[in-house]
């Protein structure tokens, strides 16, 4: 079984790599776009790696339901699911800015088990398995040992629905307002998972964002971890995908990050 698994793995490395071929014929060409909202944006690559990433892993993981970004419209996640998002950094990948991934998270009864996400740019591929530590290019990876918030460089994002000016909007602005001060600098580089990935190898030391899909971080999430980082909701409560704030950190100064957070109401 054991081995069977490694595999399996082994074989969904390859099928990534493959996809990432197909991010590049895309990334250096001249791409159209459509949009999604008046801020998120999609071109024919998000489909076409899609479409390439599902016919290729669901015969090799027949028993879990695919969630990904671009097809999913079910409302409840699955037990055993494969999350998938086929370009995270959508608008990077439209501006040519090299900080993007193709992202795939299996999990098994709720859990991260497997976790890939590969920037094909930068031929940065990152992995892990449920114990078995994170790693980068083969190399093993851990999180910082930073243990004050005002030395660390702390990533985020921010919500597609910034422009309704809604409760997002504001514990966006508000958040910032008061960590600012506290920390050595922020990064918003426009693509959550590498942003956890870079948590995972210590080039940040504290992440959060408000309103992430399923799909941008069910694989990041495990790479953390195994990293050796922390993930929790907003004031430390479990986090768990259906979370709408989600905040990660080199475990050391996760108490001082969630402090100079607001509070968000819902959550
Ligand atoms: C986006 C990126 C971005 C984050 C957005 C995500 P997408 O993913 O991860 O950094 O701020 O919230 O939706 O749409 O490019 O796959």
């Keep these: 079984m054991y081995n069977r698994h490694m595999e399996r793995f082994k074989i969904l490395k390859e099928i990534v790599l493959e996809a990432g071929e197909i991010v590049k014929k895309g990334y250096y060409s001249t791409l159209e776009f459509d949009k999604k909202s008046a801020t998120e944006l999609v071109t024919k690559y998000d489909k076409a790696v899609e479409d390439f990433l599902i016919s290729k892993i669901k015969p090799l993981?027949?028993?879990?339901?695919?969630?990904?970004?671009e097809?999913?419209?079910g409302k409840?996640?699955?037990?055993?699911?494969i999350y998938i998002d086929p370009i995270d950094g959508t608008t990077n990948f439209i501006h040519k800015i090299p900080y993007l991934g193709i992202s795939i998270g299996i999990w098994e009864d709720y859990k991260p088990k497997e976790a890939?996400?590969?920037?094909?740019?930068?031929?940065?591929?990152y992995s892990a398995k449920l114990?078995?530590?994170?790693?980068?290019?083969?190399?093993?990876?851990s999180v910082s040992k930073e243990s004050n918030l005002q030395n660390s460089i702390i990533a985020t994002g921010f919500p597609y629905v910034k422009h309704e000016m809604g409760k997002e909007y504001y514990w966006v602005v508000d958040s910032l307002k008061t960590l600012l001060?506290?920390?050595?600098?922020?990064?918003?580089?426009?693509?959550?998972?590498?942003?956890?990935?870079?948590?995972?190898?210590g080039k940040f030391n504290g992440f959060y964002e408000?309103?992430?899909?399923?799909?941008?971080?069910?694989?990041?999430?495990?790479?953390?971890?195994?990293?050796?980082?922390?993930?929790?909701?907003?004031?430390?409560?479990?986090?768990?995908?259906?979370?709408?704030i989600?905040?990660?950190?080199?475990?050391?100064?996760?108490?001082?990050?969630?402090?100079?957070?607001?509070?968000f109401d819902g959550e």
């Design 246 to 263: 989600i905040v990660a950190s080199n475990r050391k100064i996760h108490k001082q990050l969630l402090e100079n957070l607001g509070d």
């Design 71 to 73: 097809s999913f419209l």
């Design 116 to 125: 890939i996400v590969y920037n094909p740019i930068l031929d940065e591929l």
């Design 61 to 69: 993981y027949s028993n879990y339901e695919i969630v990904a970004e």
């Design 76 to 81: 409840k996640l699955p037990k055993n699911a």
């Design 181 to 201: 001060p506290k920390i050595r600098d922020i990064r918003r580089l426009g693509a959550a998972a590498i942003d956890l990935c870079y948590l995972a190898e």
């Design 131 to 141: 114990g078995e530590g994170a790693y980068l290019n083969g190399n093993k990876i």
């Design 210 to 244: 408000v309103n992430l899909q399923p799909w941008d971080v069910a694989a990041s999430i495990l790479i953390v971890k195994e990293a050796g980082g922390e993930i929790s909701g907003i004031r430390g409560i479990e986090y768990n995908l259906e979370n709408q």
